[in-house]
């Protein structure tokens, strides 16, 4: 995909869920005027863009949109639930087209029943009825296209008439003193453009073709370069002002148009006597700081997505400035001294680019491959017992690289949120149930690819909360509750983890039910699920096959869905688990880290094989002299608690351990877990001081590694606690994906790969 076509991609994806959730808003009231305005800018930014782009089709169907919008916001046309699902249809057909854009580059969906549809709504106020009767222009409704066209021209007229009765004509630049009369002054609004220069290149061309002559306000060459806040002024010869100004409105890249005659000889005149000044105050103002910041925002949305194209461009730009305004650059310069020109190029510098996500990944890569160097150097040092500076600085700048790489591949939760608002209004009207739907902490940030993997997961959960969860508003009055249910999406940031959770105030699950369901279903005995908690029974829901619908329907409820939604995020590294109330809602909770790949690790010796436990999950390491046997199972007490003990070596024997592929021999220690050294996370072990003699942390009985409580509740018995180290964590592919006790392997600087224990799945 070219950088252009991407970056018009790009735009457009942003602009529909920007749509479909001003639509919402004004769904949820219509008198919400800032919402009917979010709505009609919106719409016409997508249709300014697509016509820039020479996406005709999107471009006339997004025509058809706007001016339907337009009825609704003259107040011409009602906000009813036929309207709204019209215009949610509409939308729905511009995404498609957008995604045929993006995949093939043209658009092969013909709109145009829906487009018919979309006049016949704008002019009649329903689709496949009478007209209502007070629609002037009745006579014309063969040629419904026509009416709405004629319809939305006379609005915009009258309300230019009626906004701005009076235009204040600015001093013409020197060269309208050679435009044939009459000459009429434009004010030409673009507003808030995704491309304003793009857009302003456009209305200059349109210009061009359909007047004698004309001179803008600032000089074409800053409108192509976007230099301009939302409009600039026009000096048109040749033509009335009502001709000017019908000719700018007819632009789908044009917001809004006004047209004054100039004052004939005297405004000649003066513009004669005025040149010079008038030039330099053009010229002045193009290095304003408020065209400085047009600049930058232009250059926000480049669709270079190299940092070095960007960087290749700030210094032409700036220079090509310069060049241009040579003549008059004086002027300012003698004004402001020295400190004015280095003013204008800071406000001219470019603060953001765009950088395509291939080489983020790549620049990550990179960096992993860097982290592994690090530690096979380190090793290597460390063996001939020499002591280097020059490494510490390697870790120190290592580690930053890595940080920075990794805040690179973070994105806001509301990248995949902000979709879910329309997905919950249009499956809660196609069962005829009323929700209200709320989401917080869509600024947490997680990484891209976690983001990605857990959308199809969370669009499956927020399904069975609107069609199992929340009741129909019948049976929620017969229950004493209000008949519109609650369903809430939160994101909350917990140190180095995401909680994620999709809550509902609806019937919730029983266990007696899963209980029965289980057995019914050969999912577990009778006698095993008798003796299972409650919170157990929930977890039966994600069992493959297992499903608590009473009937399948065409949102969920085929016994699939919920077993791939642990499945994904086991393999992210993360957690499910769900609670509820009978009569009261469900929470499913969702436990995930920010980022992946890159962790630290405590490397363990079990049996002669090293094995990695992530530091994240450690809460202390003690020497397993004070295990207790409780009704036949080992545990150990810290506080009041009592933890079970997992032997690692037993526990281990069931998973094969080739599957990792780990060393075969344990590599040397290079030092026991220092008592008093915190690691990242804040996680001071316990003193394991007894040792062998070979500096590894180990007593006969072995050692504890004791695991977060609020990670697992348990403590993993070893045979050695080694050293602590960061390495690059790679998932397991295949087969091998999803294999319960392991989250991945890690390859070490001398070669060795070393499985890195999944302490949840264990």
Request: aromatic share 2%; net charge negative.
């Amino acid at each position: 995909m070219d950088s252009h076509r991407a970056a018009f991609v790009a735009e457009a994806e942003d602009g529909i869920t920007d749509l479909n959730n001003a639509l919402l808003a004004l769904e949820a009231d219509p008198e919400d005027a800032e919402a009917m305005d979010d709505v009609f800018r919106v719409a016409h930014t997508l249709k300014g863009n697509a016509a820039a782009m020479g996406y005709e089709d999107v471009s006339d169907f997004g025509h058809a949109l706007e001016d339907l919008l337009d009825a609704v916001r003259q107040g011409d046309r009602e906000v009813t639930p036929e309207l709204m699902d019209l215009l949610f249809e509409g939308v729905d057909a511009v995404e498609a087209m957008v995604s045929e854009i993006a995949d093939t580059g043209d658009v092969s969906t013909d709109p145009s029943d829906l487009e018919s549809r979309l006049r016949e709504m704008e002019e009649h106020g329903t689709v496949g009825g009478d007209a209502d009767g007070d629609d002037a222009g009745a006579d014309d409704s063969a040629d419904p296209e026509a009416a709405a066209e004629d319809d939305a021209d006379d609005g915009a007229e009258s309300d230019a008439d009626e906004e701005v009765p009076d235009v204040s004509v600015p001093e013409p630049p020197a060269a309208a003193a050679d435009l044939p009369d009459p000459v009429a002054y434009a004010d030409v609004t673009i507003g808030d453009a995704q491309m304003p220069g793009v857009d302003a290149a456009l209305v200059l061309q349109a210009l061009d073709e359909q007047f004698d002559g004309h001179v803008t306000d600032p000089a074409p060459e800053a409108l192509e370069d976007g230099e301009y806040d939302e409009s600039f002024d026009a000096f048109v010869g040749g033509d009335d002002p009502e001709v000017v100004a019908e000719g700018l409105r007819a632009l789908t890249q044009v917001e809004a148009a006004t047209a004054v005659a100039v004052g004939g000889d005297d405004a000649t005149e003066s513009a004669d006597s005025d040149a010079e000044s008038a030039d330099a105050d053009a010229e002045a103002e193009a290095l304003e700081p408020a065209d400085a910041d047009s600049v930058e925002d232009d250059a926000e949305d480049a669709p270079e997505p190299a940092a070095t194209d960007a960087d290749e461009e700030t210094e032409p730009s700036d220079d090509g400035g310069d060049a241009e305004q040579s003549d008059d650059a004086e002027s300012p310069s003698d004004d402001s001294g020295s400190s004015g020109g280095s003013d204008s190029k800071s406000g001219d510098e470019i603060k953001s680019i765009r950088v395509d996500v291939d080489q983020v990944d790549e620049l990550y890569g990179l960096v992993e491959q860097l982290v592994t160097s690090r530690i096979k150097l380190r090793r290597e040092i460390e063996g001939t017992d020499a002591e280097s500076d020059a490494l510490d600085e390697l870790d120190k700048l290592a580690s930053s690289l890595q940080d920075t790489a990794m805040d690179m591949r973070l994105i806001p939760f509301s990248q995949v949120s902000d979709s879910f608002p329309r997905l919950v209004r249009d499956i809660s009207r196609d069962l005829d149930k009323r929700i209200d739907f709320e989401i917080e902490g869509d600024d947490v940030e997680l990484d891209r690819t976690i983001l990605t993997e857990m959308r199809d997961p969370l669009v499956h959960v927020l399904r069975n909360a609107v069609d199992h969860g929340i009741e129909s508003p019948a049976e929620r009055e017969a229950a004493g509750k209000d008949p519109t249910g609650h369903v809430s999406l939160t994101a909350e940031r917990e140190r180095d983890h995401v909680i994620i959770e999709v809550s509902d105030d609806g019937g919730g699950l029983d266990p007696d039910q899963l209980r029965e369901k289980a057995v019914d279903e050969d999912v577990k005995s009778r006698e095993a699920v008798e003796a299972m908690e409650d919170d157990e029974v929930y977890d039966l829901v994600f069992h493959p096959g297992f499903s608590t619908a009473e009937e399948v329907t065409d949102v969920s409820g085929r016994g699939v869905g919920m077993d791939v939604v642990r499945t994904t995020a086991r393999d992210l590294d993360g957690s499910v688990s769900i609670e509820s109330e009978p009569g009261e809602g469900s929470t499913v909770r969702f436990r995930l880290p920010v980022t992946v790949a890159i962790v630290k690790v405590m490397f363990v010796d079990v049996g002669g094989t090293e094995y990695g436990i992530p530091i994240k999950s450690i809460a202390e390491v003690a020497r397993a002299d004070d295990v207790e046997e409780v009704h036949g199972d080992e545990v150990v007490r810290h506080e009041d608690d009592l933890y079970p003990v997992v032997r690692l070596n037993e526990r281990l024997g069931e998973i094969d351990p080739t599957a990792a592929e780990p060393p075969t021999e344990t590599p040397a220690a290079d030092g026991g877990v220092a008592a008093d050294e915190p690691g990242d996370d804040g996680f001071v072990p316990a003193d394991p001081t007894a040792t062998d003699g070979s500096g590894e942390g180990q007593t006969d009985a072995g050692m504890l590694v004791r695991i977060r409580e609020e990670t697992r509740q348990v403590a993993l018995h070893c045979d050695a606690v080694l050293d602590q180290e960061e390495v690059v964590v790679k998932p397991l592919d295949g087969p091998l994906s999803g294999t319960p006790g392991l989250s991945g392997t890690a390859v070490l600087g001398d070669g060795d790969v070393v499985a890195v224990l999944d302490v949840v799945s264990l």
